[in-house]
């Protein structure tokens, strides 16, 4: 069974950054796509950034120029730089992956990470 962790969350003033990771294990033959989505109370869930397999990114108007996805294919792990946050940035991030396993390809959600952002 593959399981993604996130992990990076947490309170911050406008304007500040953080970091997110989410770190993919189990049994994994390969990654293809991973992505970050978002989800403010009361709202749907939001695609913020994916990464394809060989690092082709795209990434949502509201956070262009400002967040950065990355990949670490070694450890399995995704990650997510965001810099001059905004309150309406403030949500539950959640990494999503297609993962290659035992099983065949699926894809998988983590538990999610809140990320509060105070003006």
């Known amino acids: 069974q593959v399981q993604l962790v996130e992990s990076g969350g947490g309170l911050v003033q406008a304007g500040g950054s953080l970091r997110l990771s989410c770190a993919a294990s189990?049994?994994?033959?390969?990654?293809?796509?991973m992505a970050w989505y978002r989800q403010a109370p009361g709202k749907q869930r939001d695609l913020v950034a994916v990464?394809?397999?060989?690092?082709?990114?795209n990434y949502a108007d509201s956070v262009k120029g400002r967040f950065t996805i990355s990949r670490d294919d070694s450890k399995n792990t995704l990650y997510l730089q965001m810099n001059s946050l905004k309150p309406e940035d403030t949500a539950v991030y959640y990494c999503?992956?297609?993962?290659?396993?035992?099983?065949?390809?699926?894809?998988?959600w983590g538990q999610g990470t809140q990320v509060t952002v105070s003006s």
């Open positions: 990464i394809a397999e060989y690092d082709t990114t």
């Open positions: 999503n992956a297609h993962v290659l396993g035992p099983g065949g390809p699926r894809w998988y």
């Open positions: 189990g049994v994994i033959f390969g990654i293809n796509d």
